[in-house]
């Protein structure tokens, strides 16, 4: 008998209706849906889409940017370094030469000095020669002086010239 109650009430809503009716409310729903999407569209989806697109582009705009600065930076760093090391190269082989502009001119002044040295040993050299020889020839005078003295007292005046 249960079974009977359910399907005449069943039968009952069958009568009236259903699940779904098509009368002037369905379309008017229709309607309303398609209004509320067009306001929620115009007044909030647009707007939102706008301003998600711009940031989207900004942060597209502002990557591209930041890659271009960061490839510029390597480039620059690389310029840098490779300049470093020319300079380093220069510098160094400007070092060299001093040094050996140095050494050269200290090996000049040494034999300039020993030049000096050897002129000024033969200059002494000769002065004690001509010393030497004025001494022997006053010697020579005195010896000869002191003979003759000798052989005047021993022989006399006379007997000596």
Excluded: C
């Excluded at 989806?45 to 942060?59: C, F, G, Q, V």
């Excluded at 600065?69 to 490779?82: D, F, G, P, T």
């Excluded at 040094?99 to 050897?118: M, P, T, Y």
């Amino acid at each position: 008998m249960m079974h009977w109650t359910v399907l005449l009430a069943v039968e009952e809503a069958a009568k009236e209706g259903g699940l779904f009716d098509i009368d002037a409310t369905l379309p008017l729903m229709a309607v309303q849906f398609l209004i509320l999407v067009a306001v929620l569209n115009a007044i909030f989806y647009k707007p939102l889409t706008k301003s998600i697109e711009e940031r989207a582009d900004y942060i597209r705009t502002t990557q591209i940017s930041a890659k271009e600065r960061l490839v510029k930076s390597q480039n620059l760093a690389e310029e840098y370094q490779q300049k470093l090391g020319e300079t380093r190269r220069e510098s160094q082989a400007v070092i060299a030469a001093a040094q050996a502009d140095a050494k050269k001119i200290a090996s000049e002044k040494v034999a300039d000095a020993q030049k000096e040295a050897q002129a000024a040993r033969e200059k002494a050299s000769s002065e004690i020669e001509q010393q030497k020889q004025e001494a022997m020839r006053s010697l020579e005078q005195e010896v000869d002086n002191l003979s003759r003295q000798i052989l005047e007292k021993l022989l006399g005046t006379a007997l000596v010239k």
